[in-house]
């Protein structure tokens, strides 16, 4: 969640104009952002859970009082500062707004200093509440995203940062990576870290639609706009609506429809087949490709325009074959998913079938390993290639090499970047481990 970029404002509750506007004048003098309301269902109208800023309220008001205006507002939001103010003599109101939840109280008469010191004491608590609420929310999405993007290679990790840093944007997102490298994992994992969230993920295969369908499947259509069409049909752009489309093998997109696509994009606008009413959408395009697309354009075999549309951001996503180090650990996840669901004894890998798994080039890439995995927990064999012709094998030496990588990327990641207890466990000396890490490019934890 990107944090508010604006000043944090000090609302202030108080049914006398007279002392609202002094206050308001006493606290932008200072340059404290201030507004101010007449009275408490103004105030609530106003202030939503995660409020950019506090609220001082007189505790005497007009309809709804300020006790109550207290409660309903820490029932939203039980972090937001409230102060209080009190006529002379109302301690024991004071003492029961603070027991209450209020942040502190004003008794007047009280200074224009005085109210700028409270203010500006409950504003940077806020500002510490908010920060803190924005860390744990990164925290979490980092944590979602190591749960779901599983590799401890460099170009997951990368992949994984950038995922963060253009999630919770409006830029659209192109996906390249070869077949069965998780684009539609990639593209999930971009919805579930933005604040479109909660929204619709819909997810369309441009390859896997008869051309005369796709019209009406992305954009919709009227009733009696062609023979068979009963009645309107929302397409799946605006069932998108606030949320996320994801649209793979965008290579395969017929030419026409790129061009009304590409209107999509510019004026975020979409028409029905039958309609000339244009409706407005809010929706994400995140696009995938395994095809050169700039080639494809270069060639006119897609539209240039189109393409620089959806290439504002790109993720590469990397083969296996190039994060061999990640093999174990996928292996081993994918062989616990296929336990719980066949109820089965989920078996680990031995050594020598480690060795063929990080030495085997996977054409299929993640897909490949995964089914793998079925078969393993079936009991149908744990040797790769078995469904194909395999590819040519790795020289031996750079198969050993690379299955070493594994292997102590493996024991680090097992004992938490311990040098100690990984060389241990892999029976070498501390020292040959620590010149292997270096050239190997490893972290330690």
């Known amino acids: 969640m990107a944090a508010d970029p604006s000043p944090l404002t000090v609302l202030i509750v108080e049914d006398d104009p007279d002392v609202r506007l002094g206050c308001e004048q006493a606290l932008k003098l200072e340059g404290i952002a201030t507004r101010g309301v007449g009275s408490a269902e103004a105030a609530l109208r106003e202030v939503q859970a995660g409020y950019p800023g506090i609220v001082v309220s007189d505790i005497r008001l007009p309809g709804s009082d300020g006790m109550s205006l207290l409660d309903a507002l820490k029932a939203r939001d039980p972090a937001l500062p409230v102060v209080m103010i009190t006529g002379h ?169 790129q061009i009304k696509l590409l209107r999509v994009l510019q004026e975020r606008v979409v028409e029905r087949l039958g309609s000339n009413q244009p409706v407005s959408v809010n929706t994400r395009v995140v696009a995938a490709t395994k095809a050169d697309l700039r080639a494809l354009a270069d060639a006119g075999q897609f539209r240039a325009d189109l393409y620089y549309r959806l290439n504002v951001v790109t993720l590469e996503l990397p083969p296996l074959r190039e994060r061999r180090e990640d093999i174990p650990l996928l292996f081993e996840h994918f062989v616990a998913q296929a336990a719980l669901r066949f109820e089965r004894e989920a078996v680990p890998a031995t050594p020598a079938e480690q060795a063929a798994l990080v030495a085997y080039p996977w054409p299929g890439n993640v897909r490949e390993l995964r089914n793998l995995a079925e078969r393993h927990v079936l009991g149908l064999g744990c040797q790769p290639g078995q469904d194909a012709p395999p590819p040519a094998a790795l020289p031996l030496a750079q198969a050993v090499e690379q299955f070493e990588r594994a292997l102590i990327a493996d024991a680090l990641r097992r004992h938490d970047g311990s040098l100690s207890r990984a060389s241990e466990a892999l029976g070498v000396a501390k020292t040959t481990l620590f010149d292997k890490i270096r050239k190997y490019g490893l972290q330690q934890g």
Do not use: W
């Open 89 to 257: 003599g109302d301690v024991t109101l004071a003492v029961q707004a603070m027991k209450r939840g209020a942040y502190d109280f004003l008794e007047k008469p009280f200074s224009p200093e005085h109210l700028v010191d409270v203010a500006r004491r409950a504003l940077e608590q806020r500002r510490l509440t908010r920060e803190v609420a924005e860390l744990r929310a990164r925290l979490s999405g980092r944590e979602k995203l190591e749960a779901r993007l599983i590799g401890v290679s460099p170009a997951i990790e990368r992949l994984r940062r950038l995922i963060a840093d253009v999630a919770d944007t409006a830029a659209n997102v192109l996906i390249h990576g070869e077949t069965g490298t998780g684009k539609e994992l990639v593209a999930r994992c971009l919805h579930e870290a933005s604040a479109r969230h909660s929204k619709h993920f819909v997810a369309i295969n441009c390859g896997g639609l008869p051309e005369q369908l796709f019209e009406s499947e992305i954009f919709g259509h009227e009733a009696g706009s062609f023979t068979g069409a009963a009645r309107r049909r929302i397409g799946k752009i605006e069932h998108a609506e606030g949320g996320t489309l994801f649209l793979d093998e965008i290579e395969s997109m017929p030419m026409p429809l």
